[in-house]
């Protein structure tokens, strides 16, 4: 009896150990999948706030809802993108959590708009979930401007390149956005100097300014 009840303790030890290592190996399991999921959604949303495109297109067109649908010409079908993880579209400007999310737009299309992913990729999206915004428009609203080069795009008198040239006091300064003509905008600087004049916010396909979104 005495070893019957030996070997039925080494029995209930043995499925108590076995049951310890299976709680072990689900803890680990668990948390290895879950790091895993977190590791993919930083992969597709770690765009910047600004993404460059090869073009700049009519405009913009502003994503309203957190799921869209998106219409792929290269893979020709209709996919979900969903935009705080984003897997297709990368859009050129990007901060999710404080409803930014804007994408180039390259054509009207009936129901959809023709838009242009940062990665070089075009895609269709519906008019019901997005809406259009023309850059001047998109322009007039941001809380301020920076020039990323003044050497190249000095502060002028009026809007065309042969313009006399303003000296600026302070070119660390934030401007404002008063007026928009084509390529250039009337600026103001967000300080006590209040300097006024015109530069270039594009050339091209390349923007020539710092937009900020945020106060």
Known sequence: YTTLFRSASSLVVI????????????FFFCTFFFLSLIGNAQKSSSYE???KTKSLGIGLVK????????????LNKSLNEYIYTPKYIVPIFFKPEYNIFYIVCL???????????????????????????????????????SNLDWSKNPLRKEPFEKSKIIKLKDTDAIFNIIR?????IEIQSDNSTNEKGWIQWKK???????IYLLI
Do not use: P
């Open 15 to 26: 499925l108590k150990m076995k049951k310890y290592h299976y709680h072990i190996y689900l």
């Open 49 to 51: 706030f600004y993404n």
């Open 63 to 74: 994503v309203e809802s957190d799921i869209i649908t998106i219409k792929s010409q290269t």
């Open 107 to 145: 054509g009207d299309q009936r129901e959809y708009y023709k838009v242009l992913s940062a990665n070089g990729e075009e895609y269709l999206v519906s008019k019901a979930q997005t809406k259009f915004i023309s850059w001047e428009d998109f322009l007039k609203n941001t809380t301020g401007i």
């Open 180 to 184: 928009v003509k084509k390529d250039w």
């Open 204 to 210: 091209e396909n390349r923007l020539l300014i710092e």
